[in-house]
């Protein structure tokens, strides 16, 4: 892997994403509950992507030369609003209507209302093909300099298309596709190793299907994520990429990181307030 970090801009990423954790709190105890595991454990990436990762320009949403970015996992929605609101997107207002009619943030993220999202996403593996379409257009219109990025849940790696799309895009060749499995080993019902009946092997997967794989072991860490975004970048190969992030579910919060299940929990203004306080220490102050 590439060199570290700085150490500035280290403490720049770790503050981005306790932000990140700080609206999507917010946002869902404006409603009384969302899905909060999910969305906490894709903060870091989110700090990593929109903090310098991903060429995007904030003042221009639908710019024709910028990355594209798939969120498949489209129930962790407040985890992309908060970054997109705190980029410059949209009015910070406007977290607090989070899947309230008539709002612009639906539960699972929409394109044609959301500026900044790239894809609507929300039945789980289809935002894995488009992620590879849209890849596999940037490369027939011959853009060498944009990537397209996209978010798995490993729940969500249970659906037959993830592997479809898998094996279509290393015969494709996009290596200018890098997608991030959150590996959280939990999903709605239970482990994902006890409904899939042990070790899904994800790394081994994915590599047998002609990717290039890296291995984040802490995938909570935006320095261990910040070098695998940079080592995808410098293969020199004809492959897509996927990094698997060994996240923790409800990571930062640890109200959600003790409760048998936070896929979706209830959220009290107190308690956002209770989380603000957790996350603020995580930025320092």
């Given at each position: 892997?590439k060199?570290?970090?700085e150490?500035?801009?280290?403490q720049?990423?770790?503050s ?6 700080t ?5 869902i105890?404006?409603i009384?509950?969302?899905?909060v ?8 990436l989110?700090?990593c992507?929109?903090?310098?990762q991903?060429?995007i320009?904030?003042?221009?949403p639908?710019w024709?030369?910028?990355d ?5 996992k489209?129930?962790a929605?407040p985890?992309?609003y908060?970054a997109?609101a705190?980029?410059?997107y ?7 209507t989070l ?45 060498k300099?944009?990537?397209t ?7 969500e790696s249970q ?8 094996f279509?895009?290393a ?8 997608a ?6 939990k ?5 994902v190793e006890?409904i ?5 092997q994800?790394?081994a997967k ?13 995938g909570n860490d ?6 695998a975004i940079?080592e995808?970048?410098?293969?020199e190969?004809d492959?897509?990429t996927m990094?698997v ?26 308690l ?5 306080e957790e ?7």
């Open positions: 892997m060199e570290m970090l150490k500035e801009k280290q720049e990423l770790m981005f994403a306790a932000d990140i954790r609206q999507a709190i917010h946002m105890s404006k009384g509950s969302g899905h595991g999910g969305s906490l454990s894709i903060a870091d989110m700090a992507l929109y903090g310098g991903m060429r320009d904030p003042s221009n639908r024709e030369d910028r594209r970015i798939v969120l498949s489209g129930h929605g985890a992309m908060a997109l705190l980029k410059g949209f009015p910070m207002a406007m977290l607090d899947n309230q009619p008539p709002t612009n943030l639906p539960s699972h993220t929409d394109r044609q209302r959301t500026p900044g999202v790239d894809m609507t996403t929300g039945s789980l593996g289809q935002g894995a093909s488009t992620a590879a379409g849209m890849a596999l257009a940037l490369k027939m219109q011959g853009k300099d944009q990537y990025y996209l978010i798995l849940g490993d729940g659906e037959g298309q993830v592997w479809e799309m898998a279509f895009a015969a494709q060749k996009l290596n200018h596709l890098i991030f499995l959150d590996y959280n080993g999903q709605l019902d239970s482990s006890e899939m009946g042990g070790d899904p994800f790394e994915f590599e047998a299907f002609g990717w290039n794989v890296i291995k984040v072991d802490d935006v320095t261990q994520i910040w070098a940079d995808a970048k410098s293969y190969d492959k897509p990094i992030l060994h996240t923790i579910k409800g990571k930062g919060w640890s109200y959600a990181m003790a409760q048998e299940s936070c896929h979706s929990l209830g959220v009290t203004e107190l956002a307030v209770q989380a603000a996350f603020a220490k995580q930025r320092g102050e």
